[in-house]
Structure formats: structure tokens, C-alpha cells
T-cell receptor, first 115, second 111 residues
Framework: GAVVSQHPSRVICKSGTSVKIECRSLDFQATTMFWYRQFPKQSLMLMATSNEGSKATYEQGVEKDKFLINHASLTLSTLTVTSAHPEDSSFYIC???????????FGSGTRLTVV | AQTVTQSQPEMSVQEAETVTLSCTYDTSESNYYLFWYKQPPSRQMILVIRQEAYKQQNATENRFSVNFQKAAKSFSLKISDSQLGDTAMYFCAFMKDRLVFGKGTRLSVIA
């Protein structure tokens, strides 16, 4: 089956630094990738949708300049949290789709802690 | 905008028993997809079952089945013969052009 690899699984960074999270589709080409944020004991909140070769579409309320998304190839999307602050600490999850309806595959998530 | 409501924050069931998780949604669309996802303690999102809105027949996947009532905009999940490994957060999700998740139901299967 389709596999999405997300790295790192955990990262701790200092306030003010930037952190990059990678999301790779291992055995299929992902036309679209999604980035979610999940607070403790809450649901997944869609942050942005990225399509290969074009700019990401951000959900309302998500800061584009803070959460930089790049989808440079059909197998890789990256989320960079710039100038991270403690309030950015959260669980970030990516998912990818081949374009087949319902064909969403999720990464294993990244727990970001900003100290 | 579509919304998904899961009215049961937490539920528990005895091992081998049956449990039903509720989900309702609001949309003006006629064609869409509905999903149930499972998130165990590992936090990996796992697809449990999916339903196409244009299909009247309820989807079934082994011990998991749904009761899809399109007119009522209801999409409940029934888990039969519950197993300890079913313990997880369960999210109902609606999809037209993107996934919209409910707030989840925490299911505990008790031995």
C-alpha cells in the first residue's frame, strides 16, 4: 500500500530558530499534500494544501510567513516553521493523495517542542 | 462550510461486545465522501472505512460497518467483536475537496 514517511518524528528547538519537517511519498507520486496541526486531545486542523510545482493554499488564520510550505517534487513536501515560538509547539501531520478520491495516506507525525 | 459533529467525546466497551460511534455532518453538497479514521496512541492516522455518498449500500470492512443515512446526514460506525487493539481515537471525516474532521471519540476497550 501507499506509504508516507514523515521526518523527524520529534524535534526540540530553541525559540527563534527554524525547523523543517519533511513529508515523502515512498511508493507513489503525490499530486497533492496536506499539512495538519493537532493540539493535545483535539482534532486535526488543516493548515495548508500544497500542489506540486505551485504555491500552497493556506487556511484562514494560518500565517504564510511563519509556516513555509514547499512541494518541489511529486514525492516531497516540506513544512518549515520559521522563528518558532513556544506557542508553535504542537503535533504536525502530513498526508498525501494520488488524486484518487479517498486515497489519503498519512505520515506518522512530528511532535515539535519549542523551548 | 461543511461541519462534522461527533457528540460522544469518550466511550468504552467490553471486549467482544459491539459499540456504535455517532457522527453527523452538515453540507449542501450531494456528492461527497465520508470516512472513519482511527488514531491509536502511536498517533498514526489509519483509515478504517469509507463511504461514497452516491452509494446507498452501507460500507463494511470485516468487523467495522457504517450506518449511512444521507437524508439525516448521519454516518455512524459500528464495531463488532471489539478487541483491545481497537482502543484509539476515532475521527469521522467529510470530504468534498478536502478532509474535514470531527472532534473525535476516544474509545476504550476493556478486558
Amino acid at each position: 500500500g501507499a506509504v508516507v514517511s514523515q521526518h523527524p518524528s520529534r524535534v526540540i528547538c530553541k525559540s527563534g530558530t527554524s525547523v523543517k519537517i519533511e513529508c515523502r511519498s515512498l511508493d507513489f507520486q503525490a499530486t497533492t499534500m496536506f499539512w495538519y496541526r493537532q493540539f493535545p486531545k483535539q482534532s486535526l486542523m488543516l493548515m495548508a494544501t500544497s500542489n506540486e510545482g505551485s504555491k500552497a493554499t493556506y487556511e484562514q488564520g494560518v500565517e504564510k510567513d511563519k509556516f513555509l510550505i514547499n512541494h518541489a517534487s511529486l514525492t516531497l513536501s516540506t513544512l518549515t516553521v520559521t522563528s518558532a515560538h513556544p506557542e508553535d509547539s504542537s503535533f504536525y501531520i502530513c498526508s498525501a493523495t494520488t488524486g484518487v478520491v479517498g486515497g489519503y495516506t498519512f505520515g506518522s507525525g512530528t511532535r515539535l517542542t519549542v523551548v | 462550510a461543511q461541519t462534522v459533529t461527533q457528540s460522544q467525546p469518550e466511550m468504552s466497551v467490553q471486549e467482544a461486545e459491539t459499540v456504535t460511534l455517532s457522527c453527523t455532518y452538515d453540507t449542501s453538497e450531494s456528492n461527497y465522501y465520508l470516512f472513519w479514521y482511527k488514531q491509536p496512541p502511536s498517533r498514526q492516522m489509519i483509515l478504517v472505512i469509507r463511504q461514497e455518498a452516491y452509494k446507498q449500500q452501507n460500507a463494511t470492512e470485516n468487523r467495522f460497518s457504517v450506518n449511512f443515512q444521507k437524508a439525516a446526514k448521519s454516518f455512524s460506525l459500528k464495531i463488532s467483536d471489539s478487541q483491545l487493539g481497537d482502543t484509539a481515537m476515532y475521527f469521522c471525516a467529510f470530504m468534498k475537496d478536502r478532509l474535514v474532521f470531527g472532534k473525535g471519540t476516544r474509545l476504550s476497550v476493556i478486558a
